[in-house]
């Protein structure tokens, strides 16, 4: 069974299945990243509208390039999508997870923070795995701490996050107005798109 969702980005779809695919985040915006790691991305960016492929949980969302129409693609992608799975292809390689953890640390390990200011950034961390994960999961994206430094927080954002008009309405009044309201050594949220 796979249905679509709307997100709150135009260009990105969410396609939802009735089982796990993938246990963990994969973010795919390059064909040579999807080529290394996932068959299911890789597949989806031989259509020529396909721009990325996020892939969490029992979900695919895709983005689209912006001249093309979901009406005239949709469709195609769910029927190409659903067929994928049902012939129990490969979704994303092995190792995935302790690659991306191996190039998290490497960056983690880059992070500048002073030793005061760990303690902010473990509550920050918190904050976003706790209570915007899971409603920017539910659009069909994803959200990732990159570092403090001076009250001013950066994070990525990911799948249909990434590039969508709403997502500087979420960030300001959303996350950044409740960072602000429980740490108020934050002064200010900006973002990366992944």
Same mark, same amino acid.
């Given at each position: 069974?796979?249905?679509?969702?709307?997100?709150?980005?135009? &260009? /990105?779809? +969410?396609?939802?299945? $009735?089982?796990?695919?993938?246990?963990?985040? =994969?973010?795919?915006? %390059? @064909?040579?990243? *999807?080529?290394?790691?996932?068959?299911?991305?890789?597949?989806?960016?031989?259509?020529?509208?396909?721009?990325?492929?996020?892939?969490?949980?029992?979900?695919?969302?895709?983005?689209?390039?912006?001249?093309?129409?979901?009406?005239?693609?949709?469709?195609?992608?769910?029927?190409?999508?659903?067929?994928?799975? &049902? /012939?129990? +292809?490969?979704?994303? $390689?092995?190792?995935?997870?302790?690659?991306? =953890?191996?190039?998290? %640390? @490497?960056?983690? *390990?880059?992070?500048?923070?002073?030793?005061?200011?760990?303690?902010?950034?473990?509550?920050?961390?918190?904050?976003?795995?706790?209570?915007?994960?899971?409603?920017?999961?539910?659009?069909?994206?994803?959200?990732?701490?990159?570092?403090?430094?001076?009250?001013?927080?950066?994070?990525?954002?990911?799948?249909?996050? /990434?590039?969508?008009?709403?997502?500087?309405?979420?960030?300001?009044?959303?996350?950044?107005?409740?960072?602000?309201?429980?740490?108020?050594?934050?002064?200010?949220?900006?973002?990366?798109?992944?």
């Amino acid at each position: 069974m796979l249905y679509t969702e709307q997100t709150p980005n135009p &260009e /990105s779809l +969410k396609y939802v299945s $009735n089982r796990m695919l993938y246990k963990g985040t =994969a973010d795919f915006q %390059e @064909e040579e990243f *999807a080529q290394e790691w996932s068959p299911l991305a890789t597949a989806l960016f031989e259509f020529p509208y396909v721009k990325g492929v996020y892939i969490a949980n029992n979900f695919v969302t895709v983005t689209k390039e912006f001249n093309y129409g979901w009406e005239d693609i949709m469709l195609n992608l769910k029927s190409f999508i659903k067929e994928y799975l &049902e /012939s129990e +292809k490969g979704i994303i $390689n092995d190792g995935f997870a302790e690659a991306m =953890a191996k190039i998290e %640390e @490497e960056r983690g *390990a880059s992070y500048d923070y002073s030793e005061e200011d760990a303690d902010t950034v473990n509550k920050i961390k918190e904050l976003i795995d706790t209570y915007v994960r899971p409603a920017v999961e539910m659009d069909g994206g994803n959200i990732e701490f990159k570092k403090y430094d001076q009250g001013i927080v950066t994070v990525v954002l990911q799948g249909s996050c /990434s590039g969508c008009p709403s997502s500087t309405v979420t960030l300001k009044a959303g996350i950044e107005g409740m960072l602000k309201r429980m740490l108020p050594q934050v002064k200010e949220v900006v973002a990366e798109m992944g």
